[in-house]
């Protein structure tokens, strides 16, 4: 996911989007522990999609509470 995409979505949009990497990064890590995970490389995707829209988040909120 681009950092446009986040940028353009809502607050509520990102919250949701947010739940749904964590349950993804959740099964993630136990197909990983099982030796199940066929795509390792989603694992480092999903955390820094996290991290992308946790970034995008915290600049809305410092943004609306300076308006």
């Known amino acids: 996911m681009k950092a446009e995409e ?3 979505k809502s607050q509520d ?8 990497l964590k349950k993804e990064q959740f099964n993630l890590r136990f197909q990983q522990a099982s ?10 995707q999903v955390r820094r999609d996290i991290a992308r829209i946790k970034t995008t988040l915290g600049g809305k909120q410092t943004a609306e509470a300076g308006e």
């Open 6 to 8: 986040i940028r353009a």
């Open 13 to 20: 949009e990102l919250k949701e989007q947010l739940v749904q």
């Open 35 to 44: 030796g199940q995970l066929e795509n390792t490389a989603r694992v480092r």
